[in-house]
């Protein structure tokens, strides 16, 4: 009688994994393939999080989805603890001395992408709002409403630009359109994208990504390991700081 009981319980089991997996493949219930996030936004007046098309190799990610910005009608309000506050429209920081530079973008989500961006320093700005001695830290607030803040004197890095162009073109809505920040020796969280304002504060308080981790004390990249996207995603050796490969 056990072995009778022990042999009718296998059987529903094996009945019901079976028609469980049936109803799987009928629902398209399956794993999402890596990478393999849908395209939203292409063709409509949002921007948002894309992995696929254009930006398979270089991935998009946003704190929410936005508005695409008009270029024409945005500018740069630029305020908080200093002397000179003041707004700049596009045209006028493209005047600033062009500075460009490739450098690779490293995500907390382990994958990373090399790009040539091109732009300004942050000096050039920062000379002209007269920080107050007290001003130690920056604030981005971004079309996103994504917030993340800076060291001034990370900003202040040679390897740090406010950046309007990508790889000879100007920056695409999903890369951060009309002005990001790279500084690529930080995680990409901490490189915001299409700001709106940037707010000299006393000290640089926890961004809206920062608050999730941190995942340095200050963003800076850790060793580890890196799966570059323009390399195949092929796994390599990081060092810490900015990865030169």
């Known amino acids: 009688m056990r072995a009778i009981i022990k042999f009718s319980r296998r059987t529903f089991l094996v009945w019901f994994i079976e028609i469980f997996t049936v109803f799987l493949g009928i629902f398209g219930?399956?794993?999402p393939a890596k990478g393999a996030d849908k395209d939203f936004y292409t063709g409509t007046p949002y921007i948002g999080k894309t992995r696929t098309n254009p930006f398979?190799?270089?991935y998009v990610n946003y704190w929410k989805p936005f508005l695409r910005v008009d270029g024409e009608k945005w500018t740069l309000r630029v305020h908080g603890l200093c002397k000179n506050p003041q707004t700049f429209t596009l045209i006028q920081l493209k005047t600033f001395p062009k500075k460009s530079q490739t450098s690779r973008l490293k995500c907390?989500?382990?994958w990373s992408a090399k790009a040539e961006w091109a732009g300004f320093h942050f000096s050039e700005l920062d000379h002209l709002a007269e920080p107050l001695p007290e001003a130690k830290g920056i604030v981005f607030h971004?079309?996103?409403d994504y917030i993340e803040a800076a060291l001034r004197e990370d900003l202040l890095q040679p390897r740090s630009l406010l950046v309007y162009a990508m790889n000879d073109k100007?920056?695409?809505d999903g890369h951060g359109f009309p002005l990001r920040v790279i500084m690529p020796f930080k995680y990409g969280y901490k490189n915001p994208k299409a700001i709106l304002e940037i707010e000299y504060v006393?000290?640089?308080p926890y961004?809206?990504?920062s608050k999730i981790g941190p995942y340095s004390a200050d963003g800076t990249i850790l060793p580890g390991y890196d799966h570059p996207l323009d390399m195949g995603g092929e796994t390599r050796k990081?060092?810490?700081g900015e990865i030169r490969y």
């Open 29 to 31: 219930f399956r794993s």
């Open 56 to 58: 398979q190799k270089f």
């Open 108 to 110: 907390v989500e382990c």
């Open 142 to 144: 971004c079309a996103d």
């Open 170 to 172: 100007p920056l695409s």
């Open 202 to 204: 006393k000290e640089p």
């Open 207 to 209: 961004g809206t990504w």
């Open 238 to 240: 990081i060092y810490g």
